[in-house]
C-alpha cells in the first residue's frame, strides 16, 4: 500500500515538472515581466521536488528544501528589481501625468504636495489640530 | 516489475527535461535568468542523486544532496545580492 502511495506522489511530481518545464521554455518573449513569471514556474519546481523528495521517503531534506526555496527566488527576483528592471525601465519612472487644473476631484501631485508640506498656508492658518494640555494641580 | 520501480525512472526522466529547459532558460538575455536557470539545474541534479542514490545503492547519496541543496542555495543568495548592488 505504501509503495502505491509513494509512487503516486513521484508521478504527481514528474508531471509537475514537466509542465514546469514546458512553462519555462514556451513564454513568450514579448511578455510583460517575464522574469518574475519565471521566477514563479520556478517556484512550481520547487514544489514538485519536495513532492518527489517526500515520495522517497526523505522527510528531513523536503524539510529543508521547503524553508530554502523560496529565499531563493526572493533573492533572484529582489536583484532583478533593484538593478536590472529599473535601469532597463528608466523611462516608465518619469512619467509625466497631464491633469486638468479645473477637475472637481483630481488634483496636480506638485499642487498637492505644496498644499500638504509643512510650510503651507493653509495648516499654519488651520487652527483645527491645536494640541491643548490640561494641567491638574494635585493641592487643589 | 514494481510500480515504484517505474516511477522513480520516470520522474529521474521529468528532472532530465527540467534540466535541459532550465539551460535553454538560462540562455536568455537578463543576467538573473541565468542565476535562476543555474539554481534549478542545481537543485533538479541534487533529487536526481537521491532517487539514483536510492536505486543503486550509492555510498553519500544523501550527503552530496544535501551539501548540493545548501551550497546551491548559498551560491544563488549571494550573487544576487552582489548583482542587486547598494541601495541608493
Known amino acids: 500500500m505504501i ?3 509513494q509512487s503516486i506522489l513521484l508521478i504527481i511530481a514528474a508531471i ?7 512553462g519555462l521554455v514556451s513564454l513568450g518573449k514579448d511578455t510583460k515581466n517575464i522574469v518574475y513569471a519565471r521566477i514563479h514556474i520556478a517556484g512550481l519546481f520547487d514544489i514538485a521536488c519536495i513532492i518527489a523528495m517526500i515520495g522517497i521517503g526523505q522527510y528531513l531534506l523536503a524539510g529543508i528544501y521547503f524553508i530554502l526555496a523560496p529565499f531563493i527566488a526572493h533573492a533572484v527576483a529582489n536583484a532583478y528589481w533593484k538593478k536590472e528592471d529599473r535601469e532597463n525601465n528608466v523611462d516608465l519612472q518619469n512619467v509625466e501625468v497631464v491633469v486638468d487644473e479645473n477637475h ?10 505644496a498644499f500638504e508640506s509643512e510650510n503651507s498656508e493653509k495648516l499654519k492658518t488651520d487652527d483645527r489640530f491645536s494640541v491643548t494640555t490640561l494641567e491638574i494641580n494635585e493641592d487643589e | ?10 520522474v529521474v526522466i521529468a528532472l ?8 535553454r532558460a ?16 542545481v537543485n533538479a541534479f541534487a533529487v536526481a542523486l537521491l532517487i539514483v542514490g536510492g536505486l543503486y545503492n550509492l555510498e553519500f547519496y544523501r550527503d552530496i544532496s544535501l551539501a548540493l541543496i545548501f551550497f546551491g542555495f548559498v551560491g544563488t543568495v549571494a550573487f544576487a545580492v552582489v548583482l542587486g548592488g547598494d541601495e541608493k
Do not use: N, Q
Open chain 1, 3 to 5: 509503495e502505491y502511495i
Open chain 1, 16 to 22: 509537475l515538472m514537466i509542465i514546469s518545464a514546458i
Open chain 1, 104 to 113: 472637481p476631484f483630481i488634483h496636480p501631485k506638485e499642487k498637492m504636495r
Open chain 2, 1 to 10: 516489475m514494481d510500480i515504484l520501480f517505474i516511477s522513480k525512472y520516470i
Open chain 2, 16 to 23: 532530465i527535461i527540467v534540466m535541459l529547459a532550465a539551460l
Open chain 2, 26 to 41: 538560462s540562455a536568455y538575455k537578463s543576467t538573473s535568468m541565468g542565476l535562476l536557470g543555474s539554481s534549478i539545474v
